[in-house]
C-alpha cells in the first residue's frame, strides 16, 4: 500500500536540531555526467555520499539562513516522519536578474520513486514564480540517476553560469528550469 505524503512549507519552527535526524542522505555514485572541452560525456566514477550530524547541522543552518533571508523551505512527510525536503533562495540574480537557486532537493533514500522530488520540484517552481524568478538555477549532483532526474523534470544546461555558486560545488552541472 503507497503511504499518503503531506507536503508543508516550513518556518524557522520547523528546523529544529532533530529535523534531519531520520533522514537518509545515501547515494552510490557509478557513472558521472561531467564536461570536457565544452561537451557533455559520461564517464565511470565510484563513491558514496551519506550525510553524517555535522553535515546535517550545517544543511539545517543553511535552511534557515534561506528562511532569513526571505526564501522558502518545503518539506514531504509520511507517517513515518521526514521523506523529502528543497529550497529556494530569494535573490534573484543573472544578467537580467530572472535566477533564484534551488540549493537542495532530496528525497530519502529508502523513499525514492514515488514521485516525490517532482511534487517538491513543482512547489518550489511555484514559490520561485512568487518571488518573481522566470528560471530555477539548479547546481546539480553529477551521477547519470540525478541528472535524468533533472531531464525528466524539464531542466536543461544553464543559459548563465553563477561562479559563486560554481565555486561551492566545482563537479555539479549547471542547470536551469524555465518557469
Known amino acids: 500500500m503507497k503511504k499518503q505524503i503531506s507536503f508543508k512549507s516550513l518556518s524557522?519552527?520547523?528546523l529544529g536540531k532533530n529535523f534531519l535526524e531520520t533522514f537518509n542522505r545515501y547515494q552510490v555514485t557509478n557513472r558521472v555526467w561531467y564536461k570536457e572541452n565544452s561537451e557533455f560525456m559520461i564517464?565511470?566514477?565510484h563513491f558514496i555520499d551519506e550525510w553524517d550530524d555535522k553535515k546535517k547541522r550545517f544543511v539545517i543552518e543553511d535552511l534557515k539562513q534561506c528562511l532569513n533571508k526571505g526564501g522558502a523551505v518545503i518539506a514531504a512527510y509520511d507517517d513515518e516522519g521526514l521523506t523529502g525536503f528543497a529550497n529556494?533562495?530569494?535573490k534573484l540574480f543573472g544578467s537580467n536578474k530572472e535566477y533564484v537557486e534551488l540549493p537542495y532537493i532530496h528525497v530519502s533514500y529508502e523513499k525514492r520513486g514515488f514521485g516525490i522530488g517532482k511534487e517538491l520540484l513543482s512547489r518550489c517552481c511555484r514559490e520561485a514564480r512568487k518571488l518573481g524568478a522566470?528560471?530555477?538555477y539548479i547546481a546539480a549532483h553529477p551521477s547519470v540517476e540525478s541528472q535524468a532526474f533533472y531531464q525528466a523534470m524539464g531542466c536543461e544546461r544553464a543559459a548563465e553560469i553563477n561562479p559563486y555558486i560554481v565555486e561551492k560545488e566545482p563537479l555539479d552541472l549547471q542547470l536551469e528550469k524555465k518557469l
Do not use: P, R, T
Open 12 to 14: 524557522l519552527a520547523d
Open 43 to 45: 564517464k565511470s566514477d
Open 88 to 90: 529556494v533562495e530569494a
Open 134 to 136: 522566470k528560471k530555477l
